[in-house]
């Protein structure tokens, strides 16, 4: 106990010091006659965080805190600063047009204390360069926005379809059902193989991923991303959530030794195997990115980014049809125009199906999944809109503001395909449309995530009739979850064969 309360102590002082430190240059910057975006007055030790930024209510709070000082302040998040970016506008100058000094990862604090930076998704610099051109590349071999991916998503559509069936017309949770199929997609790129519905080791996994989006969007999960220097040495049950990442970590570790054994450059099953190849050849290179440690922190973050993402919006997809079902009878009246019962849904069928292409796009706008963007760092002091962000500080993309732009979607906060859609029921583009982000570090698994969307929704939709298991007025499409992540909240519903 003693030890306990001294090891506080101490790190209760450090804490206490750094915060000093950063508002003390922060006061240096102000001095030299810079104007940092304004904010509210941070406290010592909380900055802005419990104050002003409720951490039930993230986001809601920082929409609020634009209401007052505009689409560009900055509030302390514990010690950390951070500049929050709101609208269309702010988003492009920033993102979009000066792409290289916004292009750096801010601190993702549950990625920093399990891949300790490494990996594609929270380096930077030389590293992140490296591993963003090897993974697109791959990617793209392995068939993402060609015929070979799209072939393996209709089959595993198809593995999904027998699942449903299966369920025979009573109520069940869809939760595993979208994210065993969405994540054998990506299981099939980076290991090269699918994996059975029924396997343990795997719904175990795609147990832990859902645990660790539930963490991250807790209170707990915010407080440990704003006080992580501290609370990565204290005992608490944070310890036992982040445990569900090193799960992923130690599965992913083993696959790799098993392709190491087995591995044949000459013909590459899968990811892996390419970035194995690639550490052989430059293993003479003391400088080179192409390691074991980036290999497994890269591997884990296609795994987590490809298999939750996709299954959150699918889910969203049908508790908004189950609520919609005048919405869902003009998808099976297109599916039924365009595809016919018999063929299977193709790539090659969206651009003939407007609607449906537009229902999708609604449902990513409405369910607005990553509602705060990923951080992001400026890499140099930066000018926007007047003000100074001086370089190393965290900035805030907040998507959800794009995608609620009221310029460009009439009535941002209902659901209506029709924001997709032109007089002539032709579908058209929207600029403020960025669910996967802008600039140079948005999301690179976008033309994979769009091909499951529309091949596993209308798979689904070509074979069943979706019913809810309450009344569709008392369906809540407000998400479960609303800080850096939005969840729709529970449900069941059942699938009746058409
Ligand atoms: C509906 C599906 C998806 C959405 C809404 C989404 C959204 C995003 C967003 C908003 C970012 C942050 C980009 C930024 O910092 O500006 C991101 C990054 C990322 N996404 Fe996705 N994503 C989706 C699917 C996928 C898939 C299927 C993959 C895997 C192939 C993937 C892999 C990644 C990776 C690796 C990053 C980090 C990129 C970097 O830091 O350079 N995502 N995604």
Redesign the pocket.
């Known amino acids: 106990m003693f030890l306990l309360e001294t090891t506080t102590l101490i790190l209760g002082t450090w804490l206490v010091m750094l915060i000093l430190f950063s508002l003390r240059k922060d006061f240096l910057r102000k001095k030299q006659g810079q104007q940092l975006p304004p904010g509210p007055t941070p406290l010592p030790l909380l900055g802005n965080f419990m104050v002003q930024v409720n951490s039930r209510m993230f986001l809601k709070s920082l929409l609020k805190l634009r209401e007052k000082f505009g689409s560009i302040y900055m509030i302390y998040l514990g010690p950390h600063p951070v500049v929050v970016l709101s609208g269309y506008q702010v988003l492009k100058e920033a993102?979009v047009d000066q792409r290289e000094e916004f292009s750096a990862?801010g601190r993702m604090a549950v990625a920093e204390y399990i891949l300790q930076g490494y990996g594609?998704?929270a380096s930077n610099g030389e590293r992140?360069k490296q591993l963003?051109r090897f993974?697109l590349m791959t990617?793209r071999n392995f068939g993402m926005g060609k015929r070979s991916i799209e072939e393996r998503i209709q089959e595993e559509a198809r593995f999904l379809v027998e699942a449903l069936r299966e369920t025979k017309g009573l109520p069940f949770d869809p939760t595993f059902f979208f994210s065993r199929s969405v994540s054998n997609i990506?299981c099939s790129v980076v290991f090269g193989n699918r994996f059975d519905y029924e396997d343990k080791r795997f719904l175990s996994l795609l147990r832990n991923i859902n645990e660790i989006m539930r963490f991250m969007n807790s209170t707990l999960g915010l407080v440990f991303s704003c006080f992580s220097c501290v609370m990565k040495y204290l005992p608490g049950p944070h310890h036992r959530k982040l445990k569900n990442l090193v799960e992923l970590k130690d599965f992913v570790r083993e696959r790799v030794k098993i392709h190491q054994e087995t591995l044949d450059p000459s013909s590459p099953r899968d990811f892996i195997d390419c970035f194995l190849t690639r550490m052989q050849q430059e293993k003479e290179n003391p400088e080179s990115e192409f390691h074991a440690e980036n290999l497994v922190a890269s591997t884990v973050?296609?795994f987590f980014?490809?298999t939750e993402?996709?299954s959150t919006?699918l889910r969203y997809a049908f508790l908004i049809l189950l609520k919609h079902p005048k919405i869902e009878d003009k998808v099976h009246q297109e599916i039924e125009h365009v595809i016919g019962r018999e063929r299977r849904p193709a790539l090659e069928d969206r651009s003939r199906m407007p609607y449906t292409d537009a229902v999708i796009h609604e449902v990513?706008r409405f369910a607005d999944?990553?509602p705060t963007?990923?951080p992001?760092t400026v890499t140099q002091d930066v000018k926007l809109q007047g003000y100074t962000i001086p370089k190393g500080t965290d900035v805030y993309?907040l998507?959800t503001t794009t995608l609620h732009d009221p310029e460009q979607f009439s009535d941002p906060k209902c659901f209506n395909p029709g924001h997709f859609l032109d007089e002539n029921g032709s579908f058209q583009k929207k600029e403020a449309f960025l669910?996967?982000?802008?600039?140079k570090?948005?999301?690179?698994?976008?033309g994979?995530?769009r091909m499951?969307?529309f091949l596993f929704f209308t798979t689904i939709l070509q074979n069943f009739t979706l019913k809810p298991t309450r009344d569709p007025e008392d369906i809540d499409l407000t998400p479960e979850l609303s800080t850096a992540g939005h969840l729709p909240r529970a449900y069941t519903l059942s699938v009746l064969p058409r």
């Open positions: 993102l990862r594609i998704t992140w963003r993974s990617l990506i973050n296609l980014a490809g993402t996709v919006t990513q999944i990553i963007g990923l992001r993309p998507l669910p996967f982000s802008t600039g570090r948005m999301c690179p698994g976008e994979l995530a499951e969307l």
